[in-house]
Nanobody, 127 residues
Framework: QVQLVESGGGLVQAGGSLRLSCAAS????????MGWFRQAPGKEREFVAA????????YYADSVKGRFTISRDNAKNTVYLQMNSLKPEDTAVYYC????????????????????WGQGTQVTVSS
């Protein structure tokens, strides 16, 4: 089992940048596929980005492609989400997720593809 703790959220103006971090417990972080999801008030949780175990494969929602970058440092047990050119519609609670089973690319872009979740970090983008 792994525990996930997100950090790096905050208030930023439109056009600005933030970098989210998700620190994972345990010594087998490299076994986990990792994902970022977000949930805005009154909306369902949605996929943002995912990265495979070795970091070779990355996946992005169309809404963030070209603006957000997911990366991981297996030596630090941490996955990152660099968010640039932020828009007010990016305002949401951002969640980190992990799964250590072999997983298809399609399932890595859905919340049912993950077994472990962090508590979330708030990102607010003002216009």
């Amino acid at each position: 089992q792994v525990q996930l703790v997100e950090s790096g959220g905050g208030l930023v103006q439109a056009g600005g940048s933030l970098r989210l971090s998700c620190a994972a417990s345990g010594r087998t972080f490299s076994r986990y596929h990792m994902g970022w999801f977000r949930q805005a008030p009154g909306k369902e949780r949605e996929f943002v980005a995912a990265i495979s175990r070795g970091g070779v494969n990355t996946y992005y929602a169309d809404s963030v492609k070209g603006r957000f970058t997911i990366s991981r440092d297996n030596a630090k047990n941490t996955v990152y989400l660099q968010m640039n050119s932020l828009k007010p519609e990016d305002t949401a609670v951002y969640y980190c997720a992990a799964v250590d089973r072999t997983q298809t690319a399609v399932l890595l872009t859905t919340d049912r593809g993950y077994d472990y979740w962090g508590q979330g970090t708030q990102v607010t983008v003002s216009s």
